[in-house]
């Protein structure tokens, strides 16, 4: 479904500035591959998704979605593939818009139907059915502005738009790590339950180390522009914390130093 090839990127190449975010990554997931991937601030996480939805072009290598070369394809082209969620739970969605209008808007993107702000009633149900999966009584808010609803319930409505057409892939960007700890569970179980429901093709980078264990079938660890470590989807299974701190420090040499990831193994 992904494949990565050789890909390689470097920021301010030839200043003093110059900084190798990836350093010939080579990834392949299977259809329905749900993989978590940590790593240290400035690992190049964000760039390979940024490299894969296409905001940001490789200097070398080639990337594939379900068999097609996309390497060359414009980010707004690639988008009908794509789901993604941010960091930001103001990101995802318009904040003047209804919930019904932003759901709409997710609902024709990956569809190719062009942006259609009419909403029939089939679709309304479809909206609705779609929302009570949240478990947030939003589908009696249908026209409610956006911009009205809390962080957590925002992020909810991303996570559902980001997968609501069966996108070949969907890229999580350590969407849960603005949220407030029971919020955070809840977009962490929903999560779980989408990604389940449609067996979507899926990356999900996190600080949190056991939820980087608890979630996907795959686990990958990043450090400078390379992928040190893969986790196949038997070894996953008995994993903990402390033996991927110790393959780091195997790998690498030292210790791992991540504040926010020892906090989170408490
Ligand atoms: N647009 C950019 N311009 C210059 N340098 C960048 C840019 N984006 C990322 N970088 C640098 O590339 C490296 C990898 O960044 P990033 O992929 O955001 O790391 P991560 O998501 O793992 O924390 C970092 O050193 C970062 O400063
Ligand atoms: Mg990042």
Redesign the pocket.
């Known amino acids: 479904m992904l494949n990565l090839q050789q890909i390689h990127k470097i920021?301010?190449e030839g200043t003093p500035d110059e900084?190798i975010?990836l350093n010939h990554i080579n990834l392949s997931l299977e259809k329905g591959d749900f993989v978590t991937i940590i790593?240290s601030?400035?690992?190049?996480?964000?760039?390979?998704m940024n490299m894969i939805s296409g905001a940001l072009t490789p200097d070398v290598g080639t990337i594939q979605i379900a068999n097609k070369d996309v390497t060359k394809l414009p980010e707004y082209k690639r988008s009908q593939y794509i789901g993604r969620v941010f960091q930001d739970p103001m990101a995802g969605t318009a904040p003047t818009m209804t919930i019904e209008e932003n759901l709409a808007i997710a609902y024709s993107r990956n569809k190719k139907r062009g942006v259609r702000r009419g909403v029939s009633k089939e679709r309304k149900q479809l909206f609705q059915a779609a929302l009570e999966s949240l478990h947030l009584n939003l589908e009696n808010r249908l026209h409610a502005k956006v911009g009205l609803l809390s962080g957590g319930e925002r992020q909810a409505l991303s996570l559902l738009m980001a997968t609501f057409t069966n996108p070949n892939i969907l890229l999580l960007d350590e969407h849960t790590a603005a949220l407030d700890p029971s919020r955070a569970a809840l977009i962490t179980s929903l999560t779980k339950e989408l990604v389940e429901k449609d067996e979507l093709t899926t990356l999900m980078?996190t600080h949190d180390m056991q939820q980087a264990i608890d979630l996907g079938n795959r686990l990958i660890m990043?450090d400078k522009g390379q992928i040190i470590l893969e986790v196949g989807k038997e070894e996953k299974k008995n994993l903990t914390i402390e033996d991927l701190m110790n393959e780091f420090q195997r790998i690498r040499g030292e210790k791992m130093v991540s504040d926010r990831a020892l906090l989170s193994a408490t």
């Open positions: 920021f301010n900084k975010a790593g601030n400035g690992a190049g996480k964000s760039t390979m980078i990043m």
